[in-house]
Nanobody, 123 residues
């Protein structure tokens, strides 16, 4: 059973940057496709980005395309989400996700979820 742990959330001002990290315990994250989702108060969970096991294929949601970058360092068994030009509407709990079978589109099914990390962007 893979347990995902997110870190790096916080309170930042609009226009600044933040980097989230996701690591795994009980398993090796490098074996899985990985991604990020987010959920704002009163809204459904939203797809953000995914990356394949090798780090050479990525896919982004329209709302973050061009501002966010997903990457991974398999030597450190860590997946990152670099968030630039943050906007107040990016405020949400960000969840790391993993999936055994990677597909290069918005995931509708996830095998493992993290507990989430809060990102708050002030205007």
């Amino acid at each position: 059973q893979v347990q995902l742990v997110e870190s790096g959330g916080g309170l930042v001002q609009a226009g600044t940057s933040l980097r989230l990290s996701c690591t795994a315990s009980g398993g090796t994250l490098s074996r899985y496709g990985a991604g990020w989702f987010r959920q704002a108060p009163g809204k459904e969970r939203e797809f953000v980005a995914v990356i394949n096991q090798y780090g050479d294929s990525t896919y982004y949601g329209d709302s973050v395309k061009g501002r966010f970058t997903i990457s991974r360092d398999n030597a450190k068994d860590t997946v990152y989400l670099q968030m630039n030009s943050l906007k107040p509407e990016d405020t949400a709990i960000y969840y790391c996700a993993a999936r055994t079978l990677y597909i290069n589109t918005a995931w509708r099914r996830v095998d493992y979820w993290g507990q989430g990390t809060q990102v708050t962007v002030s205007s």
